[in-house]
């Protein structure tokens, strides 16, 4: 059973910086994350493969930037200039070498004054 564990969420305010990570048990060809605010569907922010290519969210880019560590099997996501509306929960996301798609427990990020 793969296992992924996340890390980073919190409280912080308009404007602050939070990082995520998420160490994954296997290997893995895409690494991602997805957010869900209260009443909405859960959407992609950011994807990065093994490779380094990235897919952001339009809503994210020039605030977030994903990135990996393939010799810890961990993405990470950087958070700047966070908004209200970014206020989720993320989820950890990731594609094994070895077949099947797995999620997270998720993290909750609120961006509050």
């Known amino acids: 059973q793969v296992q992924l564990v996340e890390s980073g969420g919190g409280l912080v305010q308009p404007g602050g910086s939070l990082r995520l990570s998420c160490a994954a048990s296997?290997?893995?060809?895409?690494m991602g994350w997805y957010r869900q605010a209260p009443g909405k569907q859960r959407e992609l922010v950011a994807t990065?493969?093994?490779?380094?290519?990235?897919n952001v969210a339009d809503s994210v880019k020039g605030r977030f930037t994903i990135s990996r560590d393939n010799t810890k099997n961990t993405v990470y996501l950087q958070m700047n200039s966070l908004k209200p509306e970014d206020t989720a929960v993320y989820y950890c996301?990731?594609?094994?070498?070895?077949?099947?798609?797995?999620w997270g427990q998720g993290t909750q990020v609120t961006v509050s004054s």
């Open positions: 990065i493969t093994s490779g380094g290519n990235t």
């Open positions: 296997t290997n893995t060809i895409r």
């Open positions: 996301n990731v594609a094994s070498l070895y077949g099947g798609d797995y």
